[in-house]
Protein backbone atom coordinates (compact mmCIF):
# COMPACT_ATOMS: atom_id res chain seq x y z
CA UNK A 1 0.00 0.00 0.00
CA UNK A 2 0.76 3.64 -0.22
CA UNK A 3 2.68 5.55 2.62
CA UNK A 4 1.54 9.37 2.23
CA UNK A 5 2.86 11.52 4.30
CA UNK A 6 1.71 15.77 4.42
CA UNK A 7 2.01 18.20 7.26
CA UNK A 8 -1.05 18.49 9.83
CA UNK A 9 -1.39 21.97 10.02
CA UNK A 10 -0.31 25.34 7.81
CA UNK A 11 -0.59 28.85 8.48
CA UNK A 12 -0.09 31.48 6.11
CA UNK A 13 -1.60 35.23 5.37
CA UNK A 14 -4.63 36.49 3.43
CA UNK A 15 -2.52 37.66 -0.07
CA UNK A 16 0.49 35.50 0.77
CA UNK A 17 1.96 32.30 -1.39
CA UNK A 18 1.59 28.60 0.52
CA UNK A 19 2.93 25.88 -0.28
CA UNK A 20 1.79 22.47 0.78
CA UNK A 21 3.87 19.22 0.38
CA UNK A 22 2.80 15.69 -0.01
CA UNK A 23 5.45 12.49 0.08
CA UNK A 24 4.47 9.26 -0.80
CA UNK A 25 6.09 5.64 -1.51
CA UNK A 26 3.89 3.50 -3.98
CA UNK A 27 5.22 0.41 -5.73
CA UNK A 28 2.85 1.31 -8.90
CA UNK A 29 2.44 5.11 -8.98
CA UNK A 30 -0.91 6.06 -11.51
CA UNK A 31 -1.36 9.26 -10.46
CA UNK A 32 -2.00 11.56 -7.45
CA UNK A 33 -4.70 14.05 -6.64
CA UNK A 34 -5.11 17.17 -4.50
CA UNK A 35 -8.90 17.71 -3.22
CA UNK A 36 -10.02 20.41 -1.13
CA UNK A 37 -11.96 19.66 2.06
CA UNK A 38 -14.02 22.33 3.91
CA UNK A 39 -14.89 21.52 7.25
CA UNK A 40 -18.00 19.25 7.61
CA UNK A 41 -18.28 19.34 3.76
CA UNK A 42 -17.11 17.09 0.49
CA UNK A 43 -13.59 16.71 -0.53
CA UNK A 44 -14.02 18.69 -4.14
CA UNK A 45 -11.18 18.59 -6.80
CA UNK A 46 -7.96 20.42 -7.96
CA UNK A 47 -5.93 18.93 -9.65
CA UNK A 48 -4.18 15.56 -10.90
CA UNK A 49 -0.92 14.98 -12.39
CA UNK A 50 0.95 11.83 -13.31
CA UNK A 51 3.98 13.04 -15.07
CA UNK A 52 6.48 15.25 -13.66
CA UNK A 53 6.15 19.08 -13.79
CA UNK A 54 4.01 21.41 -13.16
CA UNK A 55 -0.11 21.60 -13.60
CA UNK A 56 -1.53 25.26 -12.96
CA UNK A 57 -4.49 26.07 -13.00
CA UNK A 58 -5.80 29.77 -11.58
CA UNK A 59 -4.18 30.44 -8.13
CA UNK A 60 -3.52 27.02 -7.94
CA UNK A 61 -0.26 24.85 -9.33
CA UNK A 62 0.59 21.62 -8.58
CA UNK A 63 3.86 20.04 -9.17
CA UNK A 64 4.98 16.19 -9.13
CA UNK A 65 8.75 14.77 -9.26
CA UNK A 66 8.20 10.66 -9.58
CA UNK A 67 11.35 10.28 -8.99
CA UNK A 68 11.71 12.07 -5.21
CA UNK A 69 7.65 10.75 -4.69
CA UNK A 70 6.75 14.25 -3.91
CA UNK A 71 4.06 16.72 -4.95
CA UNK A 72 3.49 20.06 -3.82
CA UNK A 73 -0.01 22.00 -4.00
CA UNK A 74 0.74 25.92 -4.75
CA UNK A 75 -1.96 28.22 -3.37
CA UNK A 76 -1.41 32.06 -4.28
CA UNK A 77 -3.25 35.13 -3.50
CA UNK A 78 -4.07 33.20 -0.52
CA UNK A 79 -7.70 34.40 0.61
CA UNK A 80 -9.43 33.61 3.67
CA UNK A 81 -12.17 31.20 1.61
CA UNK A 82 -9.19 29.03 1.33
CA UNK A 83 -9.12 27.64 4.68
CA UNK A 84 -9.88 24.33 4.47
CA UNK A 85 -8.14 21.10 4.38
CA UNK A 86 -6.18 20.00 1.52
CA UNK A 87 -5.76 16.22 0.94
CA UNK A 88 -3.10 14.37 -1.30
CA UNK A 89 -4.38 11.14 -2.88
CA UNK A 90 -2.25 8.34 -4.72
CA UNK A 91 -3.10 6.23 -7.16
CA UNK A 92 -1.21 2.84 -6.80
CA UNK A 93 -2.08 0.27 -9.43
CA UNK A 94 0.69 -2.31 -8.65
CA UNK A 95 -2.11 -4.75 -7.26
CA UNK A 96 -4.65 -3.76 -10.23
CA UNK A 97 -5.76 -1.26 -8.19
CA UNK A 98 -6.98 2.06 -9.72
CA UNK A 99 -8.47 3.52 -5.88
CA UNK A 100 -6.64 6.79 -4.92
CA UNK A 101 -5.55 6.37 -1.47
CA UNK A 102 -5.78 9.71 0.69
CA UNK A 103 -3.40 11.21 3.00
CA UNK A 104 -4.45 12.68 6.22
CA UNK A 105 -4.63 16.05 4.88
CA UNK A 106 -3.32 19.11 5.72
CA UNK A 107 -5.50 22.22 7.68
CA UNK A 108 -4.44 26.10 6.07
CA UNK A 109 -5.29 28.37 8.34
CA UNK A 110 -5.96 31.54 6.35
CA UNK A 111 -5.42 34.92 8.78
CA UNK A 112 -5.80 38.76 8.23
CA UNK B 1 -23.02 21.41 -12.71
CA UNK B 2 -24.51 18.39 -11.67
CA UNK B 3 -23.71 17.18 -8.12
CA UNK B 4 -23.77 14.01 -6.06
CA UNK B 5 -26.73 13.71 -3.43
CA UNK B 6 -26.46 12.47 -0.36
CA UNK B 7 -29.35 11.29 1.93
CA UNK B 8 -29.94 11.62 4.97
CA UNK B 9 -27.43 14.13 5.83
CA UNK B 10 -27.45 13.40 9.62
CA UNK B 11 -28.52 9.78 10.84
CA UNK B 12 -28.55 8.45 14.53
CA UNK B 13 -29.32 4.95 14.69
CA UNK B 14 -28.69 2.82 18.29
CA UNK B 15 -25.81 0.23 17.87
CA UNK B 16 -27.40 -3.47 16.32
CA UNK B 17 -29.87 -1.33 14.11
CA UNK B 18 -29.65 -1.38 10.55
CA UNK B 19 -29.18 1.71 8.45
CA UNK B 20 -29.29 2.60 4.92
CA UNK B 21 -27.21 5.05 3.49
CA UNK B 22 -28.44 6.82 0.33
CA UNK B 23 -26.64 8.26 -2.80
CA UNK B 24 -27.72 9.48 -6.24
CA UNK B 25 -24.25 9.49 -8.38
CA UNK B 26 -24.25 11.88 -11.06
CA UNK B 27 -26.30 10.58 -14.14
CA UNK B 28 -23.76 9.58 -16.91
CA UNK B 29 -21.13 8.59 -14.77
CA UNK B 30 -20.48 4.45 -14.57
CA UNK B 31 -18.39 4.42 -10.93
CA UNK B 32 -18.97 4.96 -7.71
CA UNK B 33 -17.78 4.67 -4.70
CA UNK B 34 -18.64 4.87 -0.24
CA UNK B 35 -16.18 6.39 1.53
CA UNK B 36 -15.93 7.03 5.06
CA UNK B 37 -13.97 9.70 7.72
CA UNK B 38 -13.47 8.75 11.27
CA UNK B 39 -13.82 12.83 13.12
CA UNK B 40 -10.42 14.12 12.76
CA UNK B 41 -9.09 11.20 10.30
CA UNK B 42 -8.44 10.60 7.00
CA UNK B 43 -10.98 10.14 3.84
CA UNK B 44 -11.00 6.17 3.88
CA UNK B 45 -12.03 4.12 0.80
CA UNK B 46 -14.64 1.52 1.52
CA UNK B 47 -15.57 0.00 -1.59
CA UNK B 48 -16.23 0.75 -5.68
CA UNK B 49 -18.97 -0.62 -7.96
CA UNK B 50 -19.02 -0.99 -11.40
CA UNK B 51 -21.62 -2.44 -14.19
CA UNK B 52 -23.81 -3.53 -11.16
CA UNK B 53 -20.85 -5.34 -9.42
CA UNK B 54 -18.29 -4.58 -6.54
CA UNK B 55 -14.68 -3.83 -8.66
CA UNK B 56 -12.84 -3.47 -5.35
CA UNK B 57 -13.55 -3.32 -1.39
CA UNK B 58 -10.96 -2.85 1.36
CA UNK B 59 -10.70 -4.33 4.64
CA UNK B 60 -13.38 -2.48 6.67
CA UNK B 61 -16.26 -3.62 4.18
CA UNK B 62 -16.77 -6.33 5.98
CA UNK B 63 -19.68 -9.18 5.70
CA UNK B 64 -22.17 -6.00 8.00
CA UNK B 65 -21.33 -3.93 4.70
CA UNK B 66 -23.17 -4.52 1.71
CA UNK B 67 -24.09 -2.39 -1.51
CA UNK B 68 -26.82 -2.03 -3.84
CA UNK B 69 -27.82 -0.49 -7.28
CA UNK B 70 -31.96 -1.20 -6.99
CA UNK B 71 -32.34 0.88 -10.12
CA UNK B 72 -30.78 3.49 -12.68
CA UNK B 73 -30.04 6.07 -10.06
CA UNK B 74 -29.71 5.27 -6.59
CA UNK B 75 -26.75 3.87 -5.19
CA UNK B 76 -27.03 2.37 -1.72
CA UNK B 77 -24.54 1.13 1.23
CA UNK B 78 -26.44 -1.11 3.91
CA UNK B 79 -24.75 -1.35 7.43
CA UNK B 80 -26.58 -4.64 8.76
CA UNK B 81 -26.05 -4.05 12.53
CA UNK B 82 -24.19 -0.61 13.78
CA UNK B 83 -21.24 -0.66 15.31
CA UNK B 84 -20.23 2.43 17.96
CA UNK B 85 -16.95 2.57 15.86
CA UNK B 86 -19.37 2.59 12.36
CA UNK B 87 -19.66 6.28 13.68
CA UNK B 88 -18.51 8.95 10.99
CA UNK B 89 -18.97 10.86 7.49
CA UNK B 90 -19.34 8.63 5.13
CA UNK B 91 -19.33 10.24 1.34
CA UNK B 92 -20.50 8.82 -1.79
CA UNK B 93 -18.49 9.41 -4.98
CA UNK B 94 -18.72 9.15 -8.53
CA UNK B 95 -17.15 9.01 -11.58
CA UNK B 96 -17.41 9.42 -15.49
CA UNK B 97 -15.53 7.43 -18.02
CA UNK B 98 -11.72 8.36 -18.09
CA UNK B 99 -10.28 10.52 -21.00
CA UNK B 100 -6.59 10.37 -21.13
CA UNK B 101 -6.12 7.60 -18.27
CA UNK B 102 -7.87 9.55 -15.94
CA UNK B 103 -10.94 11.05 -14.44
CA UNK B 104 -11.82 12.88 -10.70
CA UNK B 105 -14.12 11.17 -8.09
CA UNK B 106 -17.13 13.29 -7.33
CA UNK B 107 -18.37 13.47 -3.54
CA UNK B 108 -21.86 14.49 -2.15
CA UNK B 109 -22.00 15.94 0.63
CA UNK B 110 -21.61 12.87 3.40
CA UNK B 111 -24.02 11.79 5.64
CA UNK B 112 -22.69 11.67 9.48
CA UNK B 113 -23.40 8.58 10.89
CA UNK B 114 -24.03 8.45 14.87
CA UNK B 115 -24.23 5.10 16.74
CA UNK B 116 -25.16 5.65 20.34
Known amino acids: GQNIDQPTEMTATEGAIVQINCTYQ??????LFWYQQHAGEAPTFLSYNVLDGLEEKGRFSSFLSRSKGYSYLLLKELQMKDSASYLCAVRDSSGGSYIPTFGRGTSLIVHP | EPEVTQTPSHQVTQMGQEVILRCVPISNHLYFYWYRQILGQKVEFLVS????????KSEIFDDQFSVERPDGSNFTLKIRSTKLEDSAMYFC??????????????FGNGTRLTVT
Open chain 2, 93 to 106: ASRGLSTGGWSPLH
Open chain 2, 49 to 56: FYNNEISE
Open chain 1, 26 to 31: TSGFNG
